[in-house]
């Protein structure tokens, strides 16, 4: 089959690098059109999957943008729409993996007539979106022959925006855990750091207000001196404010010596294998969470904000912890815990990993996407 895949992102966040493991098995006969470039068309290279850019700039639709800007933004990509039209006559079916990439994919199946395919990383509520952005979602996905909802909790808020219940599929993201089998030795990352000997926390995220990075310095203040964090990620979509608050926090906390700031990494597999706990901290709703099946394949203990998809991934004693979005006294306690009961702690991770890696396993996903694709086709040629 062969697939026009749109995304409107040149980096890589969580739905980006979900794409790649999607795309993958269609490397012969895909097109992956871009709508801005950066490290993630690169990353698409890497795995020998075709990609090209298409837009001659980044298009501009801001979360919390009118529908007049949204109209006005949608004259600004008439070039783009055009060259996507004229690409999308050469494919079987259209996917759009973002909400941008859906407004005009959904354009080019009306004038193609080609199957439109939405894969919906996000929860569509009013924490994360404007009522405009929100309605324009769900009447676009709505003409889509198949919406694919990354968690229960993205699809039951696709249905509360109004979606139709006929045409939407929960699939969570895959993963291969060979990929995260590491060898690495903890140790020596951890005096590759300079964080021998310390308990230590991870939080590998893009660096933006709801992801709640200041939840976990706040949380610190309220543990011992040899409790450290790393934090692993960027601000991806122009959060510097949010950075400056948080180096201000730190200073202001005193946790000069207890907080690393390492930015965006491609190694995220061997920074986990270092971790003592990794912490999930969103203040919203988050649509899955990659990050918390990542360390749950690499047999770390994970503590997570209890609200969308995490609820999905981890139950509370059994693989990891739950505590509520925003109370940092409540993530202290869940790091002393974790720390004051090693061998409770590493059966907990244990049993997450085996869980995770069935559950989520790439195959497997894989396969349930390529069934519900064939089904599209199948309706598409009927
Ligand atoms: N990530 C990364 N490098 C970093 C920080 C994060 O590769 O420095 C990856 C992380 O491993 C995960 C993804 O970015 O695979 C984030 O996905 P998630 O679903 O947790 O959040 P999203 O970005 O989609 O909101």
Redesign the pocket.
């Known amino acids: 089959m062969k697939i026009l895949f749109l995304d409107q992102s040149g980096k ?4 980006e ?1 979900c794409l790649i493991d999607i795309a993958k098995p269609y490397q012969d006969s895909c097109l992956v059109g871009l709508f801005a470039d950066g490290p993630f068309k690169d990353l698409l290279e890497q795995q020998y999957i075709p990609v090209q850019v298409l837009a001659a700039q980044p298009i501009q639709v801001r979360k919390e943008s009118s529908l007049v800007q949204g109209l006005s933004s949608l004259g600004q990509i008439g070039p783009l729409i055009a060259r996507v039209v004229q690409i999308a006559r050469e494919y079987d079916l259209i996917y759009a993996n973002t909400q941008k990439a859906l407004v005009v994919g959904a354009l080019a199946s009306f004038f193609t007539r080609r199957p439109l395919v939405y894969h919906l ?1 996000d929860i569509l509520c009013d924490q994360h979106f404007s009522g405009t952005n929100r309605r324009l979602a769900v009447t676009l996905a709505n003409r889509a022959s198949l919406v694919i909802a990354n968690s229960k909790a993205s699809q039951a808020a696709f249905l509360e925006a109004g979606g139709r219940s006929d045409i939407v599929d929960v699939v969570y993201n895959g993963f291969e855990p060979a990929v995260y089998q590491h060898q690495f030795d903890p140790i020596k990352i951890k005096q590759q750091l300079g964080l021998d000997g310390q308990f230590l926390v991870g939080h ?3 660096l933006s207000p709801w992801k709640g990075q200041h939840i976990l310095l706040e949380a610190l203040a309220h543990c011992p001196k040899d409790v450290t964090a790393i934090l ?3 601000a991806l979509f122009g959060e510097q404010d949010y950075v400056q608050q948080l180096h201000e926090q730190v200073a202001l906390l005193g946790l000069e010596e207890q907080v690393q700031f390492l ?4 190694d ?1 597999v061997s920074l986990m294998a270092a971790c003592d706990l990794v912490a999930h901290t969103s203040t919203a709703a988050e649509p ?4 918390i099946v ?1 360390a749950m394949l690499c047999g770390r203990p994970v503590v997570a904000a209890q609200a969308g998809g995490a609820v999905e991934l981890v139950e509370t004693g059994k693989t990891g912890w739950l505590v509520p979005p925003g109370d940092a006294l409540q993530l202290a306690a869940a790091i002393a815990n974790c720390r004051q009961q090693p061998e409770l702690t590493k059966s907990i991770a244990h049993q997450a990993q085996i869980e995770a890696s069935q559950r989520f396993h790439l195959s497997t996903i894989n396969q349930q996407i390529a069934q519900l694709l064939s089904r599209v086709r199948l309706q598409h040629q009927s």
């Open positions: 890589p966040g969580g739905a690098l990383h590998f995220s893009r692993v990620g960027d930015g965006f990494r491609s995220v899955f969470g990659r990050v990542e």
